[in-house]
Each structure stands twice: as structure tokens, then as C-alpha cells.
């Protein structure tokens, strides 16, 4: 009894070996057993990298080595267990030997789960080392549910939104002939460069078809288990943190809570009867026709910026983790809707007048570079002004009283007549409507919030505000030393 269940214990030992060994293979993860230590000491950078590359290498070597000695442990276990099981059937009565093995089956069982447990810890540690390893903070998942989420998950977030595991099956290659052959045919030896990046892609391909585990073959699986979990559980949110670069966790009740709060204040926005997405496609396809039978655009511009299907912009909320209560900022995606293409089309044009003003600064450290060292009296004052809500403060009237003042310089852009133009910006600065959970909503007043008109329309107007602003102070004899 006692040798048929040690056999039976280190089969199931052996097994569980098995395939923690695998899927440290799989995983391209290096056991703690084979972090051997090297004294080797190189002084050259690239030196170093190819001794660590030689080093893991040698150490997958020796995991292949142990995965086959592990194999041939349960060879010699089974073996023995099946020998010894024999002996116990011919030795005891049947209901005796049918208890013993029940007994045997319990204990090896009970041995086989704790060592998978053990195992799985391991392997979940070596991940998350190897998640550091890539520079991946724990801070960057904020949990505010009381759901525990599985360590898959947790890394799978850790990872971000701009986390990607590279596929080289799926490359190009099409686009990249098209390209090599467009900057060779011209060579006097085309075809032999022709012939030989031939060759060059035609072996990468074999290659890549080669079964094979990818490096981070064991994020893949940790993104299809996450997947999952998240289908199983409609109750969480996952959304990106309002600044930073933090995943936040939402119980799904409190997002929608805070999300219809926004919505229902009375003052910035108001829900609509109808949905406007057909009418104001229609509009548009009907300005592009005009515009091209005018001559101000070609074929191919009607085309691009032309509709047949659309759907009306999306809002949703970022959560604001650094106040109290976790407040919700409103943001409205207006991709694939129906003012879309032709918003892009008229800031092009607008862009090229606005950030042209001295005040103009391109970004926060182009500012900070300008200001280091800079000198200020005692009699002077910094200050800095910011505006709340900026889209939805924006007179749409006001607006387009702006590009009317300005249109000398629009037109240089332009073919599109000054009428035409305008009445085309008023059309989608005014299509400030949006859907959340079937229903439809719009804006009280501003201009529309994710439209890629919007941003250009605020410098627009930002700059006609702080011109009519120095102009004050300077009536009133204040000077601005510097002012951006």
C-alpha cells in the first residue's frame, strides 16, 4: 500500500512539474532554479546585451533539458505504479483492494491541487516580475469596486491602452513590394534588388509560418482570459482615468448614476425628441453636391467627404480620481458621425490663420524654457487664467462674427465662397447633439464637444477675447510685461 501510493504521490508530483516546466516555456519565463549567476564582467553596452541574450538562451537549453527529464520521471513512475497496483489487486480481496485504491486516488488528488496551487503562484510571480521588468507600474489600476479581480486581469490592465503585442503575420507585405518597387524600378540593377528582397521576404514568411511560442504568447492568453471575465461580469467599467495614465475600475450602477446626473442638470444639455443624424446628413451631402457643381471641390474631395451611412456622436465618462467622489468629466466622440469628415475639412482650412499671435505657445515646456530665469519687480504680478468648460461656453454667434472679421485671411486658404463657408461652420458648431444609452441629448449652448472643428474654433475665439482684453487693460494704463 505504502509504495503504490509514494508512486501514485510522485506521478502526480512529476505532472504538475510538467507542466509548470511547459508553460515556463511557453511563456519564454525563466524558472528561479535557473537564474544562475554569472561573474562574467563586460565593459561595452553592446557586449553586455549580446551575453544576456547568450545567457537566456543557454537557460531555455536547460529548461528543455529538465522538461525531458520530467518526461521521463513519469515514464518510470507510471511504470511502477502500474506494477504495484497489480500486486496490490492480487494480494488483497477486491473490496479491499478497490478501498486501498480509493485511499490512493484521495491522497494523490489532495497532493496534485496543492502543488497546483503552488505552482500557479509561481508562475503568477514570475509574470508580474516580468511585467516590472517592462517598466509597468502597479499604480496604474485603480479598483474602486469591491469585485477582487484575478491577477490575469490585473496585469492585462496594467499593460494600458496603447499596449500592443506585435503579429508579424500580419505585416504589409503586399504594401511593402508595392513600395521597394516603386523606388527600384528607375535602378540600373533592379532586377537584381528585385531578386534579392524577394528572396529576403519570401524566407521571412517561412519563417514566421514555423510553429512557434511567441515571447509574449502568455499576454495573449491573459488578454482572451480577461475578455472573458469581463463578459461575465456587465456589472464593472473599465475606463482611462481622466488625466494620467491609470485604468480605473467602476461598479457599472454608480458610472450610469453619474453619467445620467451629468445629463439631467437642465442647463447644459436637454434631451431631444428625435434623433437629428438623418437630417443633418442630408444637409451635408447636400452642401458637398452644391460645392462641387461650383467648382469649389473636385471629385474626388466629394467622395472622400461624402456620407452614405453614419451614426450620431457617443458620450461617455472619464472619471476624475483626483477629487473627492470621483466626479465624471463628459466627453463626446463624434468618429464616423455625420459632420465629421466635413469638420475636418473646414478646420484644415481655419488652422492655417490661428497660432500665428506672439502669445501663441505650443506646448506646456515650450513656456517653461521661455519663462526659466525670467525676472519679475516687486511692483509685478504673475497670474494665470483659465476657462471652465471652454466648448460649451463658446457662442456659436459670437463665433462666426469672428471668422467673418478674419475671412481675408480664410479666403487665401479656400475656393468655398464667404457665404457658403459660414453657413457650413454654423451648420456643425449647431450640431451639438449626441446619444448616451438610446436616448438623445443636446447641448443648451457652445459649440459641439468632440468635434474636430471645435478646437480650432476656441483658438479662433480665444484670440479675438485676449486682443479685445489687452486692449482694455492698456486703456486703463496697465502694461503686460510678457503676456502668452
Not at 515514464?75 to 485504491?101: L, M, N, T, Y
Not at 479581480?149 to 499596449?163: A, Q, S
Not at 447641448?443 to 459641439?448: E, K, N
Amino acid at each position: 500500500n505504502f509504495l503504490t501510493l509514494k508512486e501514485s504521490v510522485n506521478l502526480a508530483k512529476a505532472n504538475n512539474r510538467m507542466k509548470f516546466l511547459l508553460n515556463c516555456r511557453r511563456c519564454k519565463l525563466i524558472p528561479q532554479c535557473l537564474n544562475i549567476r554569472n561573474d562574467i564582467q563586460l565593459e561595452n553596452a553592446a557586449s553586455k546585451r549580446e551575453l544576456e541574450k547568450v545567457v537566456r538562451k543557454h537557460r531555455i537549453r536547460l529548461l528543455s533539458v529538465m522538461i525531458a527529464d520530467t518526461k521521463r520521471t513519469i515514464g518510470s513512475s507510471k511504470r511502477r505504479k502500474h506494477e504495484w497496483s497489480r500486486k496490490v489487486e492480487e494480494s488483497f480481496e477486491a473490496p479491499d483492494a478497490e478501498s486501498v485504491k480509493k485511499m490512493v486516488e484521495e491522497k494523490t488528488s489532495a497532493v496534485y491541487n496543492k502543488m497546483k496551487a503552488t505552482q500557479q503562484r509561481k508562475m503568477s510571480r514570475m509574470q508580474d516580475n516580468h511585467m516590472r521588468e517592462m517598466n509597468v507600474e502597479t499604480e496604474w489600476v485603480v479598483n474602486t469596486t469591491d469585485t477582487e479581480l484575478p491577477d490575469y486581469v490585473e496585469r492585462t490592465l496594467k499593460l494600458g491602452p496603447n499596449f500592443n503585442v506585435d503579429d508579424a503575420r500580419n505585416l504589409p507585405y503586399i504594401e511593402v513590394v508595392a513600395s521597394i518597387e516603386k523606388h527600384i524600378q528607375t535602378k540600373e540593377n533592379a532586377d537584381e534588388i528585385r531578386s534579392e528582397v524577394s528572396n529576403a521576404i519570401v524566407n521571412h514568411i517561412n519563417y514566421h509560418r514555423q510553429p512557434r511560442h511567441a515571447p509574449q504568447e502568455w499576454i495573449k492568453k491573459d488578454v482572451t482570459r480577461s475578455k472573458k471575465f469581463l463578459r461575465d461580469n456587465p456589472n464593472l467599467v473599465i475606463t482611462k482615468a481622466d488625466k494620467g495614465s491609470m485604468t480605473v475600475i467602476l461598479e457599472a450602477q454608480e458610472y450610469h448614476d453619474k453619467m445620467k446626473g451629468l445629463l439631467s442638470d437642465g442647463q447644459t444639455y436637454k434631451k431631444l425628441t428625435t434623433n437629428p443624424t438623418n437630417r443633418v446628413l442630408k444637409k451635408i451631402n447636400g452642401i458637398l453636391d452644391e460645392w462641387h457643381n461650383e467648382g469649389y471641390i473636385d471629385s474626388r474631395t466629394q467622395r472622400k467627404l461624402k456620407e452614405s451611412s453614419c451614426i450620431p456622436p457617443r458620450i461617455y465618462g472619464l472619471p476624475k480620481i483626483h477629487k473627492e467622489n470621483r466626479p465624471l468629466r463628459p466627453v463626446v466622440s463624434t468618429i464616423g458621425s455625420a459632420t465629421y469628415n466635413i469638420a475636418k475639412f473646414l478646420a484644415n482650412i481655419i488652422e492655417n490663420i490661428v497660432g500665428k499671435e506672439v502669445s501663441h505657445v505650443r506646448n506646456s515646456f515650450e513656456f517653461a524654457n521661455e519663462v526659466t530665469g525670467f525676472h519679475t519687480d516687486e511692483d509685478e504680478v504673475l497670474f494665470s487664467l483659465d476657462v471652465v468648460s471652454l466648448y460649451t461656453n463658446i457662442p456659436v454667434d459670437y463665433a462666426l462674427r469672428c471668422l467673418e472679421e478674419r475671412w481675408e485671411e480664410i479666403e487665401r486658404h479656400t475656393n468655398i465662397d464667404r457665404s457658403n463657408f459660414i453657413e457650413t461652420v454654423k451648420l456643425v458648431l449647431e450640431s451639438t447633439f449626441f446619444v448616451y444609452q438610446g436616448e438623445v441629448y443636446g447641448q443648451t449652448f457652445g459649440v459641439p464637444m468632440g468635434s474636430p472643428l471645435s478646437p480650432v474654433i476656441a483658438n479662433v475665439v480665444m484670440e479675438k477675447l485676449e486682443q479685445e482684453s489687452i486692449k482694455k487693460l492698456e486703456e486703463d494704463h496697465i502694461t503686460l510685461k510678457v503676456y502668452r
